[in-house]
């Protein structure tokens, strides 16, 4: 991030030119004390009157007045002892109240509680390198997936972070963007410098039911069912599409909030992508 | 043509005479063969049948059965012309003289035989009346001896029936006799220890006396008899008890107290009890020579008191009692297995003990011999014994000792390898003689590979002792096939190969990746050493395997191909490894580097900065390094002088438009245009792609993580002018070193543009620099 975008606010003034609406400045998180901020996130529930922001190795809690005019830093925690301390990203946790962040510096990845500012939980060498973003499971409250420049996607229980749940490697270089599908949590995007988006399956560890589970209540129809459920049993991980239309590196991935099978990913040379999640999934898993 | 045609009636005409030879003769010739025919059994019909055409009962034919001449010469008169009619005539008489000659010599030629035939019959029966005469006289005769011979015998009858009884009478008196004088025989025998006379003597007279018990005389006898035999059986028994003497005299007394009558059953127990006793004391003095200290004699000393002491007892007794005992039947026997049983258990006990002691040392072959006079001391028991499975069991832990003895291999094997490993990694830890370099990378792999490889020939040579010929169990079952197959090649080479690979593979899993604690140069090493396995050692090794252990077990076995595609799938990895490791230590140099300048009030670029200098120097110690173990492999030819390309390519890009930041309104499309067509042009960049076994493919790999790296952080500052012409000069310096390193020098000149181009639209202010200028600073750096 440009440094002199930072201290003005959630919206860069100079990008306001839109014809549609102007944007106007509201406030100023103003910590020009603290370093450069590297990341900036709303609350993602309730009444929206908060944010955090990460400027270099302090986590600042906001609360935005009523009128949204002023803000007051209502709490900060910072990070000390040795080594690479900066933030480099985080993300508000939707579960358990809008009470966790999870931020990510250098190799570790770190939780926190917004009422005590304090650290929940510490994932030492989440990844071989730096960890480049975080999302979490927006259906399975202590899941939480990052990526970063070991080229890998891993899953955490963030109640037992000694390993991961789950690790994908299906890119080349660095990943620089995760994403859970907002309603269909098995559906993983990944953006990656290697130009390429990923869409993965992530059935093992989604909070949906293996497919036959839901029809398990008719017992009338079981034995007829058996051979039919042994063939479609294990549900697999597997990557469902690897998208190749960008040609540089991507650096944002997201889902649609409005349509759940949509999806958009940004790369450098300018490129934004819409892509839609394969038919015959879908309807796999609508049906 | 009259005479032609009226020809038919016999006796007419002048045809007639010719005619009637011409039709008799064979008519005759066929009745005198007809007549013989039937004569000699052969049937008309056939001997008609034959000579005849295809039709036998054509009329026309003048050689079958039914020739009707009236016929014939009817059908000749209609049918032919006169001159065919006269040829046939002259035909025909000359075929009739021709068969009358005939005729007349075939009668001259038999007649002889017939005359000499007919005398022959005449003398054979005049020969026979005489031989009948004879036979007469022969059966008379006959009956006259047959008669002398009855009178003979019945003349004799009398005197034979005499001498039968005068026999009879002498054997009573004889054995009489021999009662009387009994009870003294048995007293001097008994006096004078002659046990077994006199339990022969008794014996025989036992029977006798039993019968006539009833008659006072010979129950004195029998009454003298049995005080004097108890007596024996009493002095008998005190032998046995006594115990002193060895097996055989025990046996002996064992006999005579059977042939005494005594109750087998009682006595086969106290024999066995006896046996205990003397076995056990064996036992006990060999568990006084294992000991709680290390044992003091060897393990073949050991054995060969076990063999000589325990097991020839055991072998002694266990014939001793088969020849006492026999009687006792399938009871008997089963008694004895288990007695053998039980003390085989415990003996067997002791050996194993014996020779766990034994498994942590590293002499195979006194092992083996010790194994071998065991197992050989066990097989007269075990052939005397069958049912006590003494053989078996001995097999058994024969079996189990080479197994344990193939893991320990095994183990050793995987710990000379981590040893290897150990002393590769103080090599390269050592620091380097100042001018003077240590061992080179080649021939530490040299080191490795021959020590490895020998010790895999020692433990084979070690274990093939096992199933060397002259030792005794190498022809069972298990030494010929499964040891061989699945002990040796599967468990200790193959296991051993696969858990050399295992260990390799680890070093690329190890969860420190930042810089890892493996030295970058042992997975080098360790990725060729592979590959070497790979292309030639794996089935060098096998082959040396299948031959010394001629494997004759048809169970299924790991091919070569399988563990060649395993050693080099490991040795890819490790290459793999070692690029992501170095690209991963170059790539930290240029993050620290972009991340920790201030870009935006740098100076106007004087020099190259250190790092970059760095960089290529590392890189070209790395070249060094990888050159010492792989070869070269092949790069994309290219133009000779490949420096100067990158500065038509500034010129030329600088030319077409600025380096003009993709927001600023004025100029949106040129930059974006410019990289998406040279994009075109260029393939994706596979960053972290598999890498090829030679130099220079994974130089092009460790380049293209370092130069992604640099472009993504680039990507992420801001630079101002001096910033970005900074860049301009270490990516000139770049290109100028590293494109000998690659494969396709396009890669480097591509990411470097990109790293430039970047830079400029993170750029507010982009001023390249001069192309000269830049020339002239990266020289002089």
Redesign the interface.
């Known amino acids: 991030m440009?440094?002199?975008l930072e201290p003005g606010g959630h919206e860069s003034p100079e990008d306001a030119a839109s014809p549609a609406h102007a944007l106007e400045l509201l406030c100023h998180l103003d910590h020009a004390a603290r370093g450069s901020t590297a990341c900036v996130v709303w609350e993602p529930a309730g009444a929206g009157g908060r944010v955090i922001s990460l400027a270099d190795n302090h986590v600042l809690l906001w609360d935005l007045q009523e009128s949204g005019s002023r803000a007051a830093l209502a709490s900060s925690a910072s990070l000390e002892g040795k080594g690479q301390l900066k933030f480099t990203t985080g993300r508000w946790s939707p579960h358990h109240n809008c009470t966790q962040v999870a931020t990510a510096n250098d190799?570790a990845v770190r939780g926190w509680d917004t009422r005590t500012m304090s650290q929940i939980y510490c994932i030492e060498?989440a990844h071989?390198?730096l960890v480049r973003d975080l999302d979490f499971n927006p259906n399975k409250q202590y899941y939480l997936a990052s990526c970063g420049d070991?080229?890998r996607v891993k899953f955490w229980d963030t109640r037992n972070v000694s390993e991961p749940v789950k690790m994908l490697e299906e890119h080349?270089?660095?990943v620089w963007s995760v994403r859970y599908n907002h309603s269909h949590d098995q559906l993983v995007l990944t953006g990656s410098?290697?130009?390429r988006v990923v869409l993965s399956n992530m059935v093992s560890i989604s909070s949906e039911p293996f497919g036959q589970l839901a029809d398990d209540d008719d017992l009338s129809d079981q034995e007829e069912r058996r051979p039919e459920e042994k063939s479609q049993e294990p549900p697999q991980d597997s990557v469902i599409t690897t998208y190749?239309e960008h040609?540089?590196?991507v650096y944002a991935v997201d889902w649609s909030s409005a349509d759940p099978w949509l999806f958009a990913s940004l790369s450098?040379?300018?490129r934004l992508v819409i892509n839609r999640v394969p038919r015959a999934l879908k309807y796999h898993i609508l049906l | 043509m009259a005479a032609a045609a009226a020809g038919p009636g016999p006796g007419s005409g002048p045809g007639d005479s010719l005619e009637r030879p011409e039709a008799e003769a064979p008519e005759r010739r066929r009745k005198a063969h007809g007549m013989l025919k039937l004569y000699y059994g052969l049937s008309e019909g056939e001997a008609a049948g034959r000579p005849v055409g295809p039709d036998p009962l054509d009329p026309t034919d003048l050689n079958g059965a039914h020739f009707d001449p009236e016929v014939y010469l009817d059908k000749l008169r209609r049918e032919c012309p006169l001159a065919q009619l006269m040829d046939s005539e002259t035909d025909m008489v000359r075929q009739i003289r021709a068969l009358d000659s005939d005729m007349q010599t075939l009668v001259y030629e038999n007649y002889n035989k017939f005359i000499s035939a007919t005398d022959t019959i005449r003398k054979m029966k005049n020969d026979f009346r005489k031989m009948e005469d004879e036979m007469d006289r022969l059966a008379t005769n006959m009956a006259v001896i047959t008669e002398f011979s009855a009178r003979i015998s019945a003349t004799l009858q009398d005197r034979h029936e005499r001498i039968t009884k005068l026999a009879g009478v002498h054997a009573l008196l004889r054995k009489l006799q021999f009662l009387f004088e009994l009870p003294s025989r048995l007293t001097k025998c008994v006096e004078l220890g002659a046990y077994g006379q006199a339990v022969r003597y008794q014996g025989r007279a036992r029977a006798v006396l039993q019968q006539y018990q009833h008659l006072p005389s010979f129950r004195a006898i029998q009454d003298d008899c049995q005080v004097i035999t108890a007596r024996l059986a009493q002095q008998l028994r005190q032998r046995f008890r006594e115990g002193g003497s060895g097996a055989p005299e025990q046996a002996e007394c064992v006999e005579l107290l059977l042939a005494l009558g005594e109750p087998a059953e009682e006595l086969c127990e106290e024999f066995l009890a006896h046996a205990r006793g003397r076995l056990e004391e064996e036992l006990r003095s060999l568990e006084a020579e294992l000991g709680p200290s290390p044992p003091a004699p060897d393990v073949l000393e050991f054995t060969d008191h076990g063999g000589s002491g325990f097991v020839g007892g055991l072998c002694q007794v266990a014939a001793a009692y088969q020849e006492l005992f026999a009687a006792q039947g399938p009871a008997g026997a089963e008694k004895l297995a288990a007695f053998a049983r039980e003390l085989g258990s415990r003996y067997f006990a002791l050996v194993e003990w014996r020779l766990a002691q034994e498994q942590g040392g590293g002499d195979n072959s006194l092992l083996v011999r010790a194994l071998d006079r065991f197992h050989r001391r066990l097989r007269a028991p075990g052939a005397l014994l069958a049912a006590a499975g003494l053989a078996e069991a001995a097999t058994e832990i024969v079996e189990r000792v080479a197994r344990e003895r193939l893991g320990h291999h095994l183990q050793g094997l995987q710990a000379a390898f981590l040893g290897c490993l150990t002393d590769v990694r103080q090599a390269l830890a050592a620091p380097r003689m100042a001018g003077k370099e240590g061992p080179g990378l080649a021939e530490l792999l040299a080191n490795v590979a021959s020590s490895i490889l020998s010790h895999i020939k020692a433990s084979l040579a070690s274990v093939h002792l096992f199933t060397a010929k002259e030792v005794s169990f190498s022809n069972k079952p298990y030494f010929r096939g499964e040891f061989c197959s699945q002990g040796v090649r599967e468990g200790l080479i193959v296991g051993f190969i696969r858990s050399m690979c295992q260990t390799a593979q680890s070093f690329c899993d190890s969860?420190g990746?930042?810089g890892g604690a493996t030295p970058p140069a042992l997975l080098l090493l360790l990725s060729r050493l592979c590959l070497d396995y790979e292309t030639a050692t794996i089935s060098y090794i096998l082959t040396l395997t299948d031959e010394q252990f001629l494997v004759q077990d048809q169970s299924p076995v790991t091919p070569v191909s399988t563990l060649c595609a395993e050693a080099r799938e490991t040795a890819r990895r490790l290459l793999t490894h070692y690029v992501k490791v170095q690209g991963?230590v170059i790539s930290q140099m240029l993050r620290k580097s972009v991340e920790t300048r201030d870009w935006l009030s740098t100076l106007e670029p004087r020099n190259v900065r250190a790092v970059m200098k760095r960089v290529v120097e590392d890189t070209t110690a790395i070249d060094v390094q990888v050159g010492l173990l792989y070869e070269e492999g092949v790069r994309k030819a290219q133009s000779s002088d490949s420096s100067k390309r990158t500065f038509s390519v500034y010129s030329s890009s600088r030319q077409q438009g600025r380096y003009a930041p993709?927001y600023t309104p004025s100029a949106p499309m040129d930059t974006?245009l410019l990289?998406?067509i040279q994009?075109l042009f260029s393939e994706?960049i596979?960053?972290?792609?598999p890498v090829e076994f030679n130099k220079v493919s994974v130089l092009t790999g460790i380049i293209k993580i370092s130069l992604?790296t640099l472009l993504?952080c680039v990507?992420l500052r801001?630079f101002g002018r001096f910033g970005l012409q900074q860049v301009q000069v270490d990516c000139h310096f770049l290109q100028l070193y590293l494109w000998r390193f690659v494969a396709d020098e396009e890669l480097v000149h591509l990411l470097l543009d990109e790293v430039v181009a970047?830079a400029a639209l993170r750029c507010p202010d982009p001023v390249p620099m001069e192309p000269s200028v830049v020339e002239v600073i990266c020289e002089r750096g």
């Not at chain 2, 596979?686 to 792609?689: K, L």
């Open positions: 440009p440094a002199e190799t060498n071989g390198q070991d080229c080349s270089h660095w410098s290697d130009s190749e040609e540089d590196s450098y040379d300018g | 969860p990746e930042k991963l993709s974006n990289s998406n994009k994706r596979d960053v972290f792609s992604k993504e990507r801001t970047s």
